[in-house]
């Protein structure tokens, strides 16, 4: 929450140009009714608007730096959302990510880029709030969110997945503030039945992998929390009956085609070499060879079913055997899997980027499709560089996969004629004049928003935004 309305001071700035350069804990002061405040503005930079860069200059403090700051590099704004990582780094991990005996060794290391993953060292971080850390802190400015206000949008979304209305917040900072302990406890009972919730109601939705993540969440705070124990041995029980049936149904197929190939395997005809006088000679029948006595009926079914037996007890072909194809089942887990390409097309595809279970993050072809050979089941992410992330669970075998980030955002531009008047969509700043695009979740095709116009008097409008539509909106003063 901190760290959100530090980043909300700094769209403010970098709407009036301002590349702030010197973003830490010291700049960052407390009101005493707990609003946060970003101070000092002493070495910061009026950005060229047309390049949106300004020549790097080695001032600021070493330990928030980013490494185009540190190498003499150009700037830009995103040289803010980096050092806003760092800070976010600092308040949940409980140590800076770069550290060093002095400050050389220090900007050593930033410019490398090499750091312990926060999750690493504070699980309580959970995934969610690890890849919003992760992506501020990308060692390239095109590998982090492109503005802050990106960020500002991960960071409310984080704190309503936890309960936290973006709204709310500076309420929920002025009684943190008021007593840091009490809040602190009650906010982890708040978290643990909100997340429970949550969790819930996304394996209700059949998004598996997101209420595991929330789960995870819950029990990193609360590692004998009863009501989550249970949901997860449920799903357990449920995936173990899944893959015994499934075994089951490929030792019954298997079973079946052993029995065909070892009946036709009983008689063959066998047909002479040519020039050998015979052929399908007139006046010779054909050659009859017999593989092996067959076995009697009865005798024959209980060896079928003592392989069956046998494949179900887990017990493999032994070396030697000769024997090819899948391995059986084994009693702790389901049959081994054949790897098998996944066709996966992304759009839109320009800038985008993918990622296949936890593996980097890479770009996304031109064409939008690529094909991958995965052997066991993952989530396949895309990202595009505005704004939407898509995830979607995938099988091996399954032939293909479509992320879809198409969007279509509703777009608010707010206008006054009276000088010296900012304003603000939804309490995050905004510029006079320029459309501002309110993004949609993918469901709806509208949303209300709130629009504040501060200048000579206070003026606050709620208006209707539509998916693809741009609404006016006047002052009313």
Known sequence: MIVLQVCRALVHAHVVGILYCDVKPENVMIRSDGVVKLMDFGISHMVDLERLTVTGQLLGSPAYMAPEHVEGRRLD??????????????LTVGKLPFEGKNPHEVLKRIAECKFVDPRQ?????????????????????????????????ALEEYLEESGIAHDKVAAELARYFQGPAAYESALEERLIDHLARRGQELLDQDNRAGALDVFDRVLTIDPDNQKVIEILDGINRRTRIKTGALAAAFVAVMGTCAFVIHRRS???????????????WPGHAPVTQIAHEPAPPEEADA???SEDDALLAGSGAHPGS??????PATPDGPPAVVPADIRVTVSPAQGSEIRFGDGDWASVPETGVLVRTIDHPLTITARNPCCEMVGKEVRVGQPEVVLDMNFKPGRILATCSYPDTTVQIDERSATLGKPTPIFLDGTLD?????????????????VQVRSGKTTEVRCAF
């Open 446 to 462: 509208s949303r209300t928003v709130k629009v504040t116009f501060i200048g000579r008097k206070l003026d606050t409008q709620t």
């Open 322 to 327: 000769g024997a090819t194809g899948p391995e």
């Open 303 to 305: 060896a079928i079913a």
């Open 77 to 90: 704004f995103r040289t803010d959302v980096f050092a806003a990582g760092i800070v976010l780094y600092q």
């Open 266 to 280: 009983q008689v063959t005809e066998v047909q002479p070499p040519p020039g050998s006088g015979g052929g399908s």
């Open 121 to 153: 060292v504070n699980p309580r971080i959970g995934n969610r709030l690890g890849r919003i850390i992760l992506r501020a802190m990308a060692a390239e400015p095109a590998g982090r969110y492109p503005s802050v206000g990106e960020m500002v949008i």
